[in-house]
């Protein structure tokens, strides 16, 4: 293989062991994107599958203020129904956005299921619910106030009768949304990625304390990462920062590692 194409192969790899493990099932990526660009289709106080649970609702609301003790009533009920799962336990990928039929399918979901589940039920009752993200946690807003467990890092994007609105200034949540993702997704999916990358590193002869020394450093940043974005409101970032000095510093030894290979033994570049 020709030198100059060995980096951006190499990089394509990578890529595409990362898109592959975030999303072993392309398809649901497209489902997913065509539901975020219509928060508002999402909500369905019509579905058929939701009879019962309006049947065994209402009774519950009866002599309730409309205000907040009754969005605490729904917020329960529907944590009760739809008890808490990742999704990629769920649905095998790291995000995914599911229609109402889908969340009663499934029996159980993240925030963001429970959060559609709650909009159609409250639309259901009268009330005017849209949903809202911060970029980690998805809550329902009603012209009642908030519910499910509204998030504390401000709106970054939520559902209206014009479409959805995206608050830009609102961007400076994806760093921490990224770092609680790493902090909560599958550890041995993350080995994966540092396994091929290591991979890639290795040559027909090879430093091997170095290499083994890149890897020890790589796990150890990506395990330190992981606990420091473990809160996503309040991540620990002195450890972000020393994790990801531990991961470019392992990055640097693998370069090394390859020039010191490919200059001791020129003819394996040939």
């Known amino acids: 293989m020709r030198p100059r194409w060995r980096r951006p192969i190499k990089a394509a790899i990578v890529a595409l062991t990362v898109f592959l493990i975030c999303w072993p099932y392309p398809s649901r990526l497209i489902l997913h994107l065509r539901h975020c660009r219509d928060l508002n289709a999402l909500i369905e106080p019509d579905a058929p599958g939701l009879s019962p649970y309006f049947d065994e609702l209402r009774p519950k609301l009866v002599d309730v203020d409309a205000g907040q003790d009754a969005l605490k009533i729904v917020e329960k009920f529907v944590y009760q129904k739809v008890p808490y799962a990742w999704d990629w336990d769920n649905w095998g990928v790291v ?36 949903l809202v993200t911060d970029a980690v946690h998805m809550w329902v807003k009603t012209d009642r106030g908030e519910t499910m467990s509204p998030g504390a890092m401000g709106t970054f994007v939520e559902s209206s009768d014009a479409g959805v609105v995206i608050r830009w200034q609102a961007l400076t949540n994806i760093p921490k949304a990224f770092a609680y993702g790493i902090a909560v997704f599958p550890l041995i999916r993350e080995l994966i990625v540092v396994a091929v990358i290591w991979i890639l590193t290795l040559r027909r002869r090879i430093r091997w304390r170095v290499i083994g020394l890149a890897l020890l450093v790589f796990v150890d940043g990506l395990l330190i990462l992981r606990l420091a974005g473990s809160n996503p409101w309040n991540p620990n970032a002195a450890g972000q920062w020393f994790a990801t000095a531990n991961l470019l510093f392992a990055l640097f030894l693998l370069h090394r590692a390859g020039r010191g290979s490919s200059t001791t033994t020129p003819a394996a570049s040939a």
Not at 97 to 125: H, I, K, M, N, Q
Request: with cysteine.
């Open 95 to 130: 995000d995914y956005l599911p229609t109402v039929d889908e969340v009663l399918t499934a029996g159980r979901e993240d925030c963001d299921g429970r959060a559609v589940l709650a909009a159609s039920l409250l639309r259901g009752l009268g009330y005017q619910a849209d």
